[in-house]
């Protein structure tokens, strides 16, 4: 008689808690942020129409390192990872640090290494070592799971011509990554009709990219191109739940802290009932959205075969959760959260773009229910 098969243990659970070597991290970013990322400077450089900040983004892409943590060191990167990025990008979230870091570091860098070609590697040792700034010329709304565009056509030899809307931080890029039919090509951005829109959140720009028979280096054959946005875009939607997380964070220390100092009645409106209901509510909201977002982060890390349902599980809350805290440190605020010199307008803008970025929540729950073979209603 054949003996039993031994069941299956299960999973050991994931370790969402912060490590020694993200702590550090985080340290070392909040610090910089600190010292050179207030918000009367974030205010006077997107008055300025120049949000971006080439010093700031120096320091921590090349001086901190931060821009390699997604490529492996042999590719000239730090080999560290998407938990590591996560990190970096809650803490520019609670700043609403006006750098392409989203867009250069985790959403280009991903296409590169999903392209794994001896034509991407050495621009994706450019991005890695922070010297240069790639923006992928797709729009910001593009989602994961969402069909491709593919509005330029390459003519031959790689002689580009179309035009794409809402590209973020295009104006900032010295490389644009293009997504034609016949593959992807890198295109230097001065050789590119960037055109600047007036967004909501001013730290993140977005522009217009035309191309009229602008000459390409291609880095990969249209299949190979495909799936490596689509990579990227599940990628980076996972990522931007952590700076998500970190915006709610800040918009709920910063309103906790006022309703502290403010009084009323002799009293400190923060000891009235109904405030306190509403930051307590706000304050789970944020324990949970922290965990969603650690969790696809942690998924992305180790590769793990439910990574697509557990972003698009982070994805569908953390986005209501940022607007919801941006949204109650402007009303609990008072008048002077209704003000152009106080930063909480900067937290709301960049929660109303992130919650359309990479895909709404509505987007993600539907990923959701298919995920769980859910009927359509």
């Not at 994961?144 to 030899?157: E, N």
């Not at 607007?323 to 109650?328: D, F, G, K, L, P």
């Not at 010199?341 to 937290?347: D, F, G, I, R």
Request: hydrophobic share 50%.
């Amino acid at each position: 008689m054949t003996a039993p098969t031994p069941p299956t243990p299960p999973a050991a659970p994931a370790d969402l808690l912060y490590s020694e070597a993200e702590e550090e991290l985080r340290a070392a970013v909040r610090s910089l942020l600190a010292d050179r990322c207030d918000a009367k400077g974030i205010l006077a450089r997107a008055e300025s129409g120049r949000p971006h900040d080439p010093a700031l983004w120096h320091t921590l892409a090349v001086e901190i390192g931060t821009a390699g943590l997604l490529v492996p060191e042999k590719l000239g990167g730090l080999g560290a990872g998407h938990r590591e990025a996560a990190v970096v990008l809650e803490e520019l979230g609670r700043a609403v640090a006006p750098v392409p870091y989203l867009t250069s570091a985790v959403l280009a860098t991903e296409i590169l290494l999903g392209c794994d070609t001896a034509e991407a590697a050495p621009l994706l040792a450019e991005l890695a070592s922070g010297r240069t700034v790639c923006a992928p010329a797709v729009p910001l709304t593009l989602a994961p799971g969402a069909r491709l565009p593919a509005p330029v056509r390459d003519a031959g030899g790689g002689i580009l011509t179309g035009t794409v809307s809402a590209v973020a931080d295009a104006v900032a890029a010295d490389v644009l990554l293009v997504l034609a039919d016949t593959g992807l090509y890198a295109v230097p951005a001065a050789q590119a009709v960037v055109t600047p829109l007036v967004p909501l959140d001013l730290t993140r720009p977005l522009a217009t990219v035309t191309l009229e028979a602008t000459p390409g280096t291609r880095l990969a054959d249209p299949a190979t191109a495909r799936a490596a946005v689509a990579g990227a875009l599940l990628c980076a939607a996972g990522l931007l739940a952590s700076e998500q997380v970190g915006l709610a964070e800040w918009c709920l220390t910063e309103t906790v802290g006022h309703v502290r100092g403010r009084y009323q009645f002799n009293r400190p409106v923060g000891s009235f009932q109904a405030l306190k209901h509403r930051l307590a509510r706000l304050w789970l909201d944020v324990a949970s959205a922290r965990a969603a977002a650690r969790a696809a982060a942690d998924a992305l890390a180790a590769g793990a075969p439910d990574a697509p349902l557990t972003v698009a599980v982070a994805q569908a809350y953390c986005s209501g959760v940022a607007v919801r805290a941006a949204e109650e440190c402007v009303q609990l605020h008072g008048g002077i959260g209704m003000t152009w010199e106080h930063p909480a307008h900067l937290y709301l803008k960049r929660a109303k773009a992130d919650s359309l970025a990479l895909g709404t929540a509505g987007h993600h729950r539907g990923l959701v229910a298919d995920f769980a073979e859910l009927p359509a209603p």
